[in-house]
């Protein structure tokens, strides 16, 4: 009790002992101080630590660096669970894309015994245990409406509201992850004569498996790895697809900066074609992905895709053939200046190649009972299944827009340098280098965090926990 004495006392030359006109500190049981009107109506909750918006893997792998220098941080999540996107919003066949150490968290490798790509149920398995394994609380079903940087006082104040309440709790700390990532909201595109449509329009987000639409006619929209499985999915439940490839529909983020400009040239000259990059998922006895990071340490990123391309026509044959035009840049320079990633194909190339699935070109208008596309031709369809990606929603709550973008809700610089804004801002999750690059970006958020947090000793004052 006197070390929490200590700590009371000390929080009264605190900036934060000015942010209420009457304060009563209660003592949560995470340890953090909480500050609230004596009427009740909104709590002002002061955390010691940095405050995480967003337990998906990119927020788990900050909190965990943090966990191992000493230093206490709060996660606060919408959902009711860690890795929402994986647990509530993903198809049951799914398997990471890459090998399993390429998509490892800080400290702590996959299992042995796991394949070299593993399931989903295995990856939300390694999470669960990561997240035991560094004693990582999240405060679930908060919802983070609002995040601004106060300079009166230089701090951040986060308002979350909870689930089934409207009243607003406010968060407040020195320091501030953004850690919601790429994947946040489902991105729709406005389609002409979607109203009208009579079927399910569904967003992959909620697509599950191919069995419930078994004995109807299924048209996905978007040519990505997930519009890709979906159609594959689809087959092996006796359903025979339609798939729109067009990289203006199936593209549902802006480039990153400063690239943005021309690369909206290269997308409206493609505009009306169907482009995609299918690579194999392993080529030369290893995996695409681990090829090309051994490719681009000798060689430069055009000489590779000019490899890539030449290995993958003698591996698939040319796609053209069958639709799938590929588009005038190479993946990994189309990757750099865009975002997008080239699909690795792990099934559904033979299952358009045997007529299974069927290429269709863009669509230009959908009908009460089917679709209309660019070429004149129509088509009945029961169901249509969206795979157009997703998209941040940064810009929607957090109000700050020299650091992140409020066009795309990305931090403005790239990789590696879109890790750190100003007072105590940080991003995770925004590299479009997945896991790999979530990584390398918490540690180091915890790296840089810990050296503030050693030169403020106020900020190890924690309440005792007995």
Known sequence: MERWREAEGKMVHDPLLHLSPRHAFHRPSDGSLEVATRDEAERSIWVPGPIIVGAGPSGLAVAACLEAKGVPSMILE???????????KTYDRLRLHLPKRFC???????????????????????????????????????TV?????????????????????????????????????????????????????????IHTSSYRSGAEFQGKRVLVIGCGNSGMEV????????VRPRIVVR????????????????????????????????LPREMLGRSTFGLCMWLLKWLPMRTVDRILLLVSRVMLGDTQRYGLRRPRLGPLELKSLSGKTPVLDVGALAKIKSGDIKVCPAVKRLTGHGAEFVDGRSEDFDAIILATGYKSNVASWLKEREFFSDKDGFPRKVFPDSWKGEQ???????????LMGASVDAKRIAHDIKQCWMAEPKQRMLPSQT
Request: aromatic share 12%.
């Open 78 to 88: 919408r959902s009711n669970c860690i890795a929402s996107l994986w647990q509530l």
């Open 104 to 142: 490892q968290l800080p400290l702590a490798p996959f299992p042995a015994c796991f394949p070299t790509y593993p399931t989903k149920q295995q990856f939300l398995a390694y999470l669960e245990a990561y997240a035991r394994r560094f004693r990582i609380r999240p405060c679930f079903n908060q």
């Open 145 to 201: 409406v609002s995040a601004e940087y106060d300079g009166r006082v230089k701090l951040w104040r986060v308002r979350a509201v909870r689930a089934g309440n409207d009243k607003a709790a406010e968060y407040v700390s020195r320091w501030l992850v953004v850690a919601t990532g790429e994947n946040a909201e489902a991105a729709m595109p406005d389609i002409d004569g979607m109203s009208m449509f009579k079927g399910p329009i």
């Open 231 to 238: 159609c594959l999915d689809l087959c092996n439940h006796s």
């Open 247 to 278: 990289d203006s529909v199936a593209q549902s983020r802006a480039p990153p900066f400063p690239m943005r400009h021309f690369a909206t040239k290269v997308w409206s000259h493609h505009h009306d074609k169907a482009t995609v990059h299918i």
């Open 424 to 434: 105590g801002l940080y991003a995770v999750g925004f590299t479009r280098q997945g």
